[in-house]
T-cell receptor, first 114, second 114 residues
Framework: GIQVEQSPPDLILQEGANSTLRCNFSDSVNNLQWFHQNPWGQLINLFYIPSGTKQNGRLSATTVATERYSLLYISSSQTTDSGVYFCAVATGAVIKAAGNKLTFGGGTRVLVKP | DSGVTQTPKHLITATGQRVTLRCSPRSGDLSVYWYQQSLDQGLQFLIQYYNGEERAKGNILERFSAQQFPDLHSELNLSSLELGDSALYFC?????????????FGEGSRLTVL
């Protein structure tokens, strides 16, 4: 099956700093999503971005599908940005037997210090 | 609020017992997915249903079973529980198509097996 690798595994930031999280995947995808898992365990949708660039406040994401990677940018980080960021991909339109299941990367654990 | 409802939020039970987790998808969503998040395995896809039919299967144990009912809610049944089944179980839903679309996750059901 498809492999999803995220880097770095851990990131410690000072409040106000900027950062870039990376997601590499091993095959063509029709779905790529970024999630934030907060300390209470909730998975919050950040971006649905199988290709292109999107921005939402201090967060933005870019997916270059032809080169099989996606980047998540966090600018002016805040303590509330702490948690684990997951990239997840699906190949459903490419391999129909796969359904639309998302395969998750291992996550990047982010700690923003005040 | 993602619109996906899961019950119960927390569940503590003993080894050998059986539990049922319930999921109501977002209004209009036809696909339901179940995921397991444990400390050592990360987020693992278990099974997908689309409009009442099984669509894709992941690493779901034979002791586990699921179904999607005509009103589109889904249940995940876990039997002969073992300590290793302790995990956060997520349900997700997506719109219309079986093989495309953004997934939205519920808040999860945290299962503790003692």
């Amino acid at each position: 099956g498809i492999q999803v690798e995220q880097s770095p595994p851990d990131l410690i930031l000072q409040e106000g700093a900027n950062s870039t999280l990376r997601c590499n995947f091993s095959d063509s995808v029709n779905n790529l999503q970024w999630f934030h898992q907060n300390p209470w365990g909730q998975l919050i949708n950040l971006f649905y971005i199988p290709s292109g660039t999107k921005q939402n406040g201090r967060l933005s994401a870019t997916t270059v599908a032809t080169e099989r990677y996606s980047l998540l940018y966090i600018s002016s980080s805040q303590t509330t940005d702490s948690g684990v960021y997951f990239c997840a991909v699906a190949t459903g339109a490419v391999i129909k037997a796969a359904g639309n299941k998302l395969t998750f990367g291992g996550g990047t654990r982010v700690l923003v210090k005040p | 609020d993602s619109g996906v409802t899961q019950t119960p939020k927390h569940l503590i039970t003993a080894t050998g017992q059986r539990v049922t987790l319930r999921c109501s998808p977002r209004s209009g969503d036809l696909s339901v997915y179940w995921y397991q998040q444990s400390l050592d395995q990360g987020l693992q896809f278990l099974i997908q249903y689309y409009n009442g039919e099984e669509r894709a299967k992941g690493n779901i144990l034979e002791r586990f079973s699921a179904q999607q009912f005509p009103d589109l809610h889904s249940e995940l049944n876990l039997s002969s529980l073992e300590l290793g089944d302790s995990a956060l179980y997520f349900c997700a839903s997506s719109v219309r198509e079986a093989n495309t679309g953004e997934l939205f996750f519920g808040e999860g059901s945290r299962l503790t097996v003692l």
